[in-house]
């Protein structure tokens, strides 16, 4: 926009309105800082994010073995046995791991940050028409940060995810 002024005859040019470099600078030093600052947060909260997906997946995991024993699938009993050596779970058929049959094992690696412990042997399953485990118990999942999430599994076959 140009101004003139009539009584001196001159153009008059107002200061152009940006920035200069220095104050360039220091909004990008700024906004390094609070990159650099927020980082960690975004990662516990990914790490958090994780242990609730796979607390949430090994819980469908066991309902299923319970649903496939209920339901009489493969008019087999249906079980879980926690690997954490191998940080997996196997959904298998039969009533024992070491005599299941291998071709229906359905395994769920989980990343080796988490550790999954029981309170019983690591091997759970499901009677063939019933809905009642093997043992009753509790699997706990901990993530790298130490956050846990625990799955209660009763006497009566309800399993719950306790947050």
Same mark, same amino acid.
């Not at 030093?29 to 990159?35: E, H, K, N, S, T």
């Given at each position: 926009?140009?101004?003139?002024?009539?009584?001196?005859?001159?153009?008059?040019?107002?200061?152009?309105?940006? #920035?200069?470099?220095?104050?360039?600078?220091?909004?990008?030093?700024?906004?390094?800082?609070?990159?650099?600052?927020?980082?960690?947060?975004?990662?516990?909260?990914?790490?958090?994010?994780?242990?609730?997906?796979?607390?949430?997946?090994?819980?469908?995991?066991? /309902?299923?073995?319970?649903?496939?024993?209920?339901?009489?699938?493969?008019?087999?009993?249906?079980?879980?046995? #926690?690997?954490?050596?191998?940080?997996?779970?196997?959904?298998?058929?039969?009533? @024992?791991?070491?005599? /299941? @049959?291998?071709?229906? @094992?359905?395994?769920?690696?989980?990343?080796?940050?988490?550790?999954?412990?029981? @309170? #019983?042997?690591?091997?759970?399953?499901?009677?063939?028409? /019933?809905?009642?485990?093997?043992?009753?118990?509790?699997?706990?999942?901990?993530?790298?940060?130490?956050?846990?999430?625990?799955?209660?599994?009763?006497?009566?076959?309800?399993?719950?995810?306790?947050?």
């Amino acid at each position: 926009m140009l101004i003139i002024d009539y009584n001196k005859n001159k153009v008059l040019c107002p200061k152009s309105a940006g #920035f200069t470099i220095v104050e360039i600078l220091i909004i990008l030093g700024v906004l390094a800082i609070v990159a650099t600052l927020s980082l960690p947060f975004i990662q516990s909260f990914q790490v958090s994010s994780d242990l609730t997906t796979y607390s949430e997946q090994l819980t469908q995991t066991l /309902r299923r073995a319970q649903q496939k024993a209920m339901a009489g699938q493969n008019n087999s009993a249906w079980g879980v046995y #926690f690997n954490n050596g191998q940080k997996k779970v196997i959904l298998f058929k039969g009533v @024992d791991y070491g005599s /299941r @049959d291998s071709d229906f @094992d359905e395994e769920i690696s989980y990343p080796p940050s988490f550790s999954v412990n029981t @309170d #019983f042997s690591g091997l759970i399953f499901f009677n063939l028409y /019933r809905s009642s485990p093997s043992v009753g118990g509790i699997v706990t999942i901990t993530s790298q940060n130490n956050e846990s999430k625990n799955i209660t599994i009763n006497e009566l076959g309800i399993i719950q995810l306790i947050n």
